[in-house]
């Protein structure tokens, strides 16, 4: 018979790779329901190397909103590598998150889906970082329940963007707004 533990670490690696196939959908395919409607950002291929400059700029203003963003949708990155991997030291658990964010950036140069920005990973880092944080406090709030507690906390969270996902999409068909 399987350990509980063992059973939580599958859960949160289930987790972790529906959350990493959102994070997909989100940076690189744009959150478009279909690879046609992704073509209204291509042909968009620019790299800024300077933080707080270039994408993060809109009329003028540091964007602050794309910068948390940014950092909010990594958070989980953060704490599930966290969760799988608890005997890590601190950086070692930074480079899957910082190397995901470094990926997409390339990713979206490459095919021409959008911007590569310092900025981008600079904010998707520090939410990894944040996510570790958030571990660390958990961990040591409730010791030996803590994966139990977050992996609910997860389960919620993921059914509540599943919900959101089939709502967008199911706008998108509905009314044919690809915009």
Request: charged residues 15%; contains cysteine.
């Amino acid at each position: 018979m399987e350990s509980i533990k063992h059973i939580q670490n599958k859960i949160t690696a289930v987790l972790l790779a529906i959350y990493l196939l959102v994070l997909i959908w989100i940076i690189p395919f744009k959150m478009q329901s279909s690879i046609q409607d992704l073509r209204h950002f291509t042909d968009f291929r620019e790299i800024n190397f300077i933080p707080f400059a270039g994408s993060a700029i809109a009329d003028g203003r540091i964007d602050f909103n794309e910068i948390i963003l940014n950092v909010l949708v990594f958070i989980p990155f953060g704490i599930y590598i966290s969760m799988l991997k608890p005997n890590w030291p601190f950086l070692k658990k930074i480079v899957p998150v910082a190397g995901a964010s470094l990926l997409f950036e390339i990713l979206q140069f490459i095919f021409a889906i959008g911007g590569s920005d310092i900025t981008d990973l600079l904010g998707n880092s520090l939410g990894g970082i944040i996510g570790v944080g958030v571990y660390i406090v958990f961990r040591r709030l409730f010791c030996t329940k803590a994966n139990r507690i977050l992996n609910v906390i997860a389960v919620i969270g993921t059914i509540g963007i599943f919900t959101l996902m089939l709502l967008m999409i199911f706008g998108v068909i509905k009314y044919g707004n690809y915009s």
